[in-house]
């Protein structure tokens, strides 16, 4: 049969639609025309389906964003030996506005942003015992999507007001052809946020407690805490990890037994920490974890001893570390295959006994439960109360999380610093690409750029 498809690109919120003929025998689940694909239950589903796939892309959840963050945060803990100019910049805090992963990441992420807003618009024609999971699953994307993009392209929600600040654009609507109307703004940080906790507080009370290796009720309670915490609402950021804990546990998620079954190798399945994870298989997904810290990918990311040296030497992470050709790797993503893991329950933890701590309370366990929780698995003899501090939980989270993608925001959140780069410099912000402005003229630029 012959169909006239539409492939979609995001610019900024708008997008721009290249319409292109081809013979085809099955309807694809990536490039949706919804005039004509979202006129049953089951075409939304697979429409769902495809959004999740958008959301792996290489440039957004397949992990571009998170080896940026790595490297955008790093002072003398990796070295970067790789060849792509655009990370070079990034390692280097000097990125032009024409950096084209700058712009893929931006891209990708409205893209998918898209494609939820399109199963969003459909949600009248699916069964209305399914209709509840869409639309949760839908906003919890969106929202996932909204949160990571403010993170990079605009100010910390702690960097002077953020009902002033420039966020990044909300939409919430399918954008189907270039109009007036389609040209939209940035809205404030605050308001991103606001966005960002109204989707998911929906989808957590949408979502089913078991979704298959789709987003749960777990999942969205999780980045909820994530979210909390960013913004330094730690009451909520304690209530949000601990519901993430309750729910999950009571559903199977657990911490593996030992920490490098968290991380294992030719395993095609989520582990039981998985809250959620992205799904690579030989045929479909990507894991660009692997493709940079690896030695059996690019091996472009090497660890220094100045990480190495964070570590007790009795810290069973320690021997997640591997050398290779004189260089030293981390194992964590040495699979090819290996799912992306987004949330592990091991986050939830941290969050709970750091924002119970800050906020001087003990949400479903004391802070020092939880952090020797994490402790105890990794080899660690277990802290007393006089030991628990904030660095002491901070550090924790940094090493048990280490490479994943948290560095640069833990460090702005703390108002930390990049070696002498402080924690609010704009050279650790994402330009707006230059091709959105173009497109857009109401589109204003980050400062510095």
Same mark, same amino acid.
């Given at each position: 049969?012959?169909?006239?498809?539409?492939?979609?690109?995001?610019?900024?919120?708008?997008?721009?639609?290249?319409?292109?003929?081809?013979?085809?025998?099955?309807?694809?689940?990536?490039?949706?025309?919804?005039?004509?694909?979202?006129?049953?239950?089951?075409?939304?589903?697979?429409?769902?389906?495809?959004?999740?796939?958008?959301?792996?892309?290489?440039?957004?959840?397949?992990?571009?964003?998170?080896?940026?963050?790595?490297?955008?945060?790093?002072?003398?803990?990796?070295?970067?030996?790789?060849?792509?100019?655009?990370?070079?910049?990034?390692?280097?805090?000097?990125?032009?506005?024409?950096?084209?992963?700058?712009?893929?990441?931006?891209?990708?992420?409205?893209?998918?942003?898209?494609? #939820?807003? /399109?199963?969003?618009? =459909?949600?009248?024609?699916?069964? %209305?015992?399914?209709? &509840? *999971? $869409?639309?949760?699953?839908?906003?919890?994307?969106?929202?996932?999507?909204?949160?990571?993009?403010?993170?990079?392209?605009?100010?910390?929600?702690?960097?002077?007001?953020?009902?002033?600040?420039?966020?990044?654009?909300?939409?919430?609507?399918?954008?189907?052809?270039?109009?007036?109307?389609?040209?939209?703004?940035?809205?404030?940080?605050?308001?991103?946020?606001?966005?960002?906790?109204?989707?998911?507080?929906?989808?957590?009370?949408?979502?089913? #407690?078991? /979704?298959?290796?789709? =987003?749960?009720?777990?999942?969205? %309670?999780?980045?909820? &805490? *994530? $979210?909390?915490?960013?913004?330094?609402?730690?009451?909520?950021?304690?209530?949000?990890?601990?519901?993430?804990?309750?729910?999950?546990?009571?559903?199977?998620?657990?911490?593996?037994?030992?920490?490098?079954?968290?991380?294992?190798?030719?395993?095609?399945?989520?582990?039981?920490?998985?809250?959620?994870?992205?799904?690579?298989?030989?045929?479909?997904?990507?894991?660009?974890?692997?493709?940079?810290?690896?030695?059996?990918?690019?091996?472009?990311?090497?660890?220094?001893?100045?990480?190495?040296?964070?570590?007790?030497?009795?810290?069973?992470?320690?021997?997640?570390?591997?050398?290779?050709?004189?260089?030293?790797?981390?194992?964590?993503?040495?699979?090819?295959?290996?799912?992306?893991?987004?949330?592990?329950?091991?986050?939830?933890?941290?969050?709970?006994?750091?924002?119970?701590?800050?906020?001087?309370?003990?949400?479903?366990?004391?802070?020092?439960?939880?952090?020797?929780?994490?402790?105890?698995?990794?080899?660690?003899?277990?802290?007393?109360?006089?030991?628990?501090?904030?660095?002491?939980?901070?550090?924790?989270?940094?090493?048990?999380?280490?490479?994943?993608?948290?560095?640069?925001?833990?460090?702005?959140?703390?108002?930390?610093?990049?070696?002498?780069?402080?924690w609010n410099s704009p050279s650790l912000v994402y330009p707006i690409p230059s091709r959105d402005r173009i497109v857009n003229p109401n589109l204003t630029q980050n400062a510095g750029y």
């Amino acid at each position: 049969m012959r169909k006239n498809l539409y492939k979609i690109t995001i610019c900024a919120g708008l997008i721009v639609i290249f319409s292109c003929n081809k013979q085809l025998n099955t309807v694809p689940t990536q490039s949706i025309d919804a005039a004509v694909s979202l006129l049953t239950s089951s075409d939304v589903q697979v429409a769902l389906t495809g959004s999740y796939a958008d959301l792996g892309n290489s440039r957004f959840y397949g992990g571009y964003p998170f080896v940026g963050d790595e490297l955008l945060a790093n002072s003398n803990e990796l070295n970067w030996t790789g060849t792509y100019q655009q990370f070079t910049q990034v390692e280097n805090k000097k990125i032009p506005v024409d950096n084209s992963f700058v712009f893929d990441t931006w891209a990708a992420g409205y893209k998918a942003i898209n494609d #939820v807003n /399109n199963v969003l618009s =459909a949600l009248a024609v699916v069964d %209305s015992s399914k209709r &509840a *999971r $869409v639309e949760g699953e839908a906003k919890f994307i969106r929202a996932s999507v909204l949160f990571d993009l403010v993170r990079l392209y605009a100010k910390s929600y702690n960097d002077g007001d953020p009902a002033a600040n420039d966020g990044v654009p909300i939409v919430l609507t399918p954008t189907k052809s270039i109009t007036p109307a389609s040209l939209v703004k940035r809205n404030k940080v605050s308001e991103v946020y606001a966005q960002v906790l109204l989707d998911l507080g929906d989808a957590e009370t949408k979502l089913p #407690v078991k /979704n298959g290796f789709f =987003a749960t009720k777990t999942a969205a %309670s999780a980045m909820l &805490a *994530r $979210v909390y915490l960013q913004k330094g609402d730690y009451p909520n950021a304690a209530q949000a990890a601990n519901r993430a804990i309750t729910t999950g546990v009571a559903n199977g998620v657990a911490l593996t037994g030992a920490y490098a079954d968290a991380f294992p190798y030719g395993v095609t399945s989520n582990t039981s920490e998985d809250i959620f994870a992205m799904q690579v298989t030989t045929s479909s997904g990507v894991n660009s974890f692997q493709e940079f810290f690896s030695a059996n990918g690019r091996g472009d990311i090497q660890i220094e001893q100045a990480h190495l040296d964070l570590y007790d030497p009795n810290d069973d992470r320690l021997n997640m570390f591997y050398n290779s050709g004189g260089s030293i790797y981390t194992g964590k993503f040495d699979d090819l295959y290996g799912n992306v893991r987004i949330i592990r329950l091991a986050e939830m933890y941290l969050t709970r006994a750091e924002a119970n701590f800050r906020a001087g309370t003990s949400v479903g366990a004391t802070p020092l439960s939880d952090i020797n929780k994490i402790r105890a698995r990794v080899d660690l003899d277990p802290l007393t109360t006089p030991d628990l501090d904030l660095a002491a939980i901070l550090k924790e989270r940094k090493l048990e999380l280490a490479f994943e993608g948290f560095a640069l925001h833990d460090i702005k959140r703390t108002q930390g610093s990049v070696g002498t780069v402080a924690w609010n410099s704009p050279s650790l912000v994402y330009p707006i690409p230059s091709r959105d402005r173009i497109v857009n003229p109401n589109l204003t630029q980050n400062a510095g750029y």
